[in-house]
């Protein structure tokens, strides 16, 4: 009998007994206010579904329509025989959307920031970064080679200090942050990064996955939000999260784009996005540009929401986003929360250590424009519930 895998079979008995094993749902349903969730219809409090564009009537009409003139797949990379026309109109459309000059879709926003700081920086070069960011850009960071500093959450003196006592010591600098903060749904402070980053010649690149289609002028994204169109290097964002879809994009300076063009490995040594995700990607930024409806419902949805949780007397935490954190303490008590949320009918996630830091375990709300005043209402008198049971609330 061989043993060389039984170190997993270990690891994976200890993650079951520290309550930290993660049993993945199965949905039987599309996206929507409602899912039905292990066989359960339940209320949705948990995907980045946040203008309800995954099951839109135009978007998946979109992508149907696509299918019949282009096929599904896109048959190579991007640079060999994968760039179709489509790919094109909807680079071109999400630099319009966004307000910058280029575009250039990838497969996810996980590969789009993989793509990015390999390509701007090396062994010689540093990386300042938010201890808070994505872990796809602290892949992207490693893959780079850079020296990585990272510097305290949101904190303008602290990434001053780390500048002033690393930059001189190597070629190239980059700052990089995430726009809106998914765990805790604040946001960082990008008018005065900005400031630092051009008062010290360093190029600025942000993640703006849980901005767009949320935050700026209709959804536009933190860089519209900041008004600093023209001025962040780098904005990367997602197609997987209130677009609805999936894929990725980074937008901003041409030179850059042009650069990820020919050194950005995911684009060179992968496939390019299928034809109904770009058709259906290129029908969200339609339904956004023709109104900012979705994004006001969503924000009053998020505003009713959070305030009256606050009136039944949770804890919030820090966020200004739809992104509605439940502090609750200990992994175990949020894991008990949200087991006894679904037995409610309430479909909500408890997040515990790694994904956020010890002791600050929550259940998160990912509040949606698909949700209707009544959904709300019934969700809230659900957490009251479980929350007067479990002593969180009196
Ligand atoms: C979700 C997320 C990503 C990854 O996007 P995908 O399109 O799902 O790969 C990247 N960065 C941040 C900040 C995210 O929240």
Not at 50 to 68: C, F, S
Not at 158 to 176: C, F, H, P, T
Not at 302 to 329: C, Q, W
Request: glycine share 10%; hydrophobic share 45%.
């Amino acid at each position: 009998m061989s043993h060389k895998l039984q170190w997993i079979e270990e690891e994976i008995q200890g993650l079951k007994t520290a309550g930290l094993y993660n049993t993945i749902r199965t949905l039987s349903s599309p996206q929507g206010a409602w899912l039905r969730v292990d066989g359960k219809r339940v209320l949705n409090f948990c995907s980045n579904n946040y203008l309800g564009l995954a099951n839109h009537p135009r978007v998946t009409a979109a992508a149907q329509e696509a299918i019949k003139t282009y096929g599904v797949g896109p048959g190579a990379v991007r640079t060999i025989a994968g760039t179709m026309e489509l790919h094109l109109e909807l680079e071109k459309r999400l630099a319009a959307f966004k307000g910058v000059e280029s575009a250039i879709t990838f497969q996810s926003g996980f590969t789009a920031n993989l793509a990015t700081l390999p390509a701007l920086v090396g062994k010689e070069d540093v990386i300042f970064s938010d201890e808070l960011n994505h872990a796809s850009i602290i892949d992207s960071s490693r893959l780079s080679g850079a020296r990585i500093v990272r510097y305290a959450h949101c904190d303008m003196a602290d990434l001053e200090r780390v500048i002033k006592e690393n930059a001189g010591n190597y070629r190239r600098a980059v700052v990089v942050t995430d726009g809106v903060f998914s765990m805790d749904g604040d946001m960082a402070p990008l008018d005065k990064i900005y400031e630092i980053t051009q008062a010290h010649d360093l190029i600025l690149m942000v993640d703006d996955a849980h901005g767009e289609g949320v935050v700026g002028k209709g959804g536009r994204g933190i860089v519209d939000h900041f008004g600093l169109h023209g001025k962040v290097d780098v904005e990367v964002g997602t197609l997987s999260k209130a677009f609805g879809v999936v894929g990725g994009v980074v937008a901003g300076n041409p030179t850059i784009v042009e650069w990820l063009r020919l050194r950005g490995r995911p684009f060179l040594f992968s496939s390019a996005m299928t034809v109904p995700d770009v058709a259906a990607c290129i029908a969200s930024i339609d339904v956004l540009e023709e109104s900012t409806e979705l994004v006001d419902q969503l924000w009053d949805n998020a505003d009713y929401f959070k305030s009256e949780m606050k009136t039944l007397g949770f804890d919030t935490g820090m966020s200004v986003t739809p992104i509605t954190p439940i502090m609750l303490g200990e992994a175990p008590l949020a894991q008990q929360f949200s087991r006894e949320l679904f037995q409610e009918g309430v479909f909500a996630m408890a997040l515990g250590f790694p994904t956020v830091p010890r002791g600050k375990a929550r259940i998160r709300v990912m509040i949606s424009a698909a949700h209707t005043k009544g959904d709300l209402d019934e969700g809230l008198e659900r957490f009251a519930t479980v929350g007067r049971r479990l002593g969180i609330i009196r």
